[in-house]
């Protein structure tokens, strides 16, 4: 048996260090979730190839995706033919990472078949703050401090409260639509935005009693985050 690997039809050189979007060893960028890149195993000799296993020397934000018909615990090649061996990227933090694949196999001049992989993901990070005071999500005890109780005002007049969105994250942060549970006497501005990593925005909300009394509201963020959605309650007089 003879091992030989290929990645979108490109060459994966034993032992190479190096790695190429070319030949799907360098996974690119992703922002969530996972991704999954397929290798071909092929076998060019004329008996069937056994492989033994395929392992990371870290294991920590690569594995071999269940669909891969070569395993962990390896699978056999037949005399001409190929079989799939699907590496995923599944990164449990930002940050850029790379690890070695090692393929085990009875090739007499090949055992072991070495390749390093690599990607990077970034992503968003959601955070509201009135007046410098952060606001956990699901908060419903509006308070002066946080500006989230925003005091009182005649009734034919309006109230500005300044609402500070931060993004810490490593992308930019998609704001995609704001939602006001009081319409009738709260307002918005602006609807939505895009943040980038590292930046913040400004969303004013405007108090407009109408009448007399307390008027309460929840605003609701729905963004592209961790969690997806952040809420909170609002009052004036």
């Known amino acids: ?129 009135g007046n410098g005071v952060n606001i956990s999500n699901g908060d419903n005890s509006p308070s002066t401090s946080d500006n989230t109780d925003m005091g009182s005002v005649y009734k034919t007049n309006t109230l500005d409260k300044t609402f500070v969105v931060q993004n810490s994250g490593s992308a930019s942060l998609n704001v995609s639509s704001i939602t006001i549970s009081n319409t009738d006497h709260f307002s918005i501005s602006p609807t939505s935005a895009s943040i980038a990593a590292g930046a913040t925005q400004n969303f004013v909300v405007t108090f407009d009693p109408g009448v007399n009394g307390t008027e309460t509201s929840t605003i609701t963020f729905n963004h592209d985050a961790t969690g997806g959605i952040q809420s909170f309650d609002v009052e004036g007089l």
């Not at 991704?35 to 392992?55: E, M, R």
């Not at 615990?73 to 699907?86: K, M, P």
């Open 1 to 129: 048996p003879i091992v030989g690997i290929t990645g979108n039809g490109n060459a994966v050189n034993n032992g190479s260090v190096t790695t190429n979007a070319s030949n799907f060893t360098d996974f690119g960028n992703i922002t969530a979730g996972n991704t999954s890149n397929t290798f071909v195993i092929n076998n060019t000799g004329t008996s069937n190839l056994t492989i033994a296993s395929v392992s990371f020397a870290d294991g920590t934000h690569f594995d071999i995706d269940p669909s891969s018909t070569i395993t962990a615990g390896g699978g056999v090649v037949t005399n001409g033919g190929s079989e799939n061996l699907i590496v995923r990227y599944n990164p449990s933090a930002d940050g850029n990472h790379s690890d070695v694949v090692t393929v085990s196999s009875d090739d007499p001049a090949t055992p072991s078949y070495t390749f390093t992989v690599e990607g990077s993901k970034t992503s968003p990070s959601f955070a509201v703050t």
